[in-house]
Structure formats: C-alpha cells, structure tokens
C-alpha cells in the first residue's frame, strides 16, 4: 500500500524549494501518469529552468529507468487546452522556460499534446522536450511533490523503484 505524510504551506504558511522526484515502476500514457501521481499527493513533474531539466536528468540517470540508447519520460506539460500553448496541468501557468528538441514541438498527425523529457543520442536527442501523443502508452513518467510541500513519502516496492533526489 502507498503512506505517505506531506506536511503542506496550508498548515504553517512553511514552503520547501526543494524538490523530490519519484518514478513509478510501471509506464502508461499520460493522462493515467497524471492521475498517478496526483492519487498519490504528487504531480508530474514540471520545469521552470535549465537547472530544473539537468536536476531531473540526472535524477533519471541515477534510476534502473534509464537507458543508454533510449529514454523517453512523462512531464507535466500539455496543450490540451489550446494547440501551442503550452501549461504545467498542475497550476495551469504557461510553460516559459523550455528545451525543445529542434523541429519539435510539431503536433505530428495533429495528435500530440503532451511533453515528454527525450534521451536518445542517435536523434541528437539529450535532454531535450518532444511532443507526442499524450494516449500513448510506453513511457515512464516522473512524479514531483507538490510545491510548499516537504516531509517523507514512502511507497510500495510495486510502485516506486525507491529512488528519489532533492533539488
């Protein structure tokens, strides 16, 4: 079973910078990594900075999720709402630092909302942002708490692989 003990800004007026990411052992399309993460009092990760994006890479890095040839990662990021405006689902502000890959976003087949964190060094992909269709079901995704928040989260070994990260 999840436990977990988040002590929020709504108790003590308290907030945390840090953060701590958390990738479930399992992959899904992202609407169902939304819901994931927020049953668990978490949210998909966003990225506010250069400094954000490199703390999440190497936090994947760090994880038995990474792959050397291939890693493709669930964020917070979608147009849903409007074609090429982007927002964080969690807060719905606008996306203003971003790391596309070039020639992306591009909306191919007109199917894709949804922003994925890219590894895939044959591409000259390292790090980078992708768009793609947010129903497809093969990626891992990565959880964040949620902002003002921090204390301890503790989960099953079926849900997480345990490893987490502050930045």
């Not at 990474?66 to 982007?86: I, K, M, P, R, Y």
Request: charged share 15%; glycine share 8%; net charge negative.
């Amino acid at each position: 079973l999840i436990a977990a003990f988040l002590i929020c800004s709504a108790l003590n007026g308290l907030a945390s910078s840090q953060k701590q990411y958390h990738i479930p052992n399992f992959r899904t399309n992202w609407f169902k990594a939304n819901e994931f993460c927020n049953s668990i009092g978490m949210q998909l990760a966003t990225i506010k900075s250069r400094a954000e994006n490199n703390a999440v890479a190497e936090y994947i890095r760090s994880t038995d999720k990474f792959n050397e040839v291939s890693s493709s990662f669930w964020l917070g990021g979608t147009d849903l709402a409007e074609q090429d405006t982007w927002t964080w689902t969690s807060t719905g502000a606008l996306v203003t630092f971003t790391n596309w890959t070039p020639g992306e976003p591009n909306n191919g087949g007109g199917v894709e909302h949804c922003i994925q964190l890219v590894y895939i060094p044959g591409f000259n992909q390292r790090w980078t942002w992708n768009d793609n269709n947010c129903k497809t079901k093969y990626y891992y995704f990565v959880c964040e708490n949620r902002p003002g928040c921090f204390g301890s989260v503790t989960f099953s070994e079926n849900d997480f692989s345990g490893n987490n990260t502050s930045l």
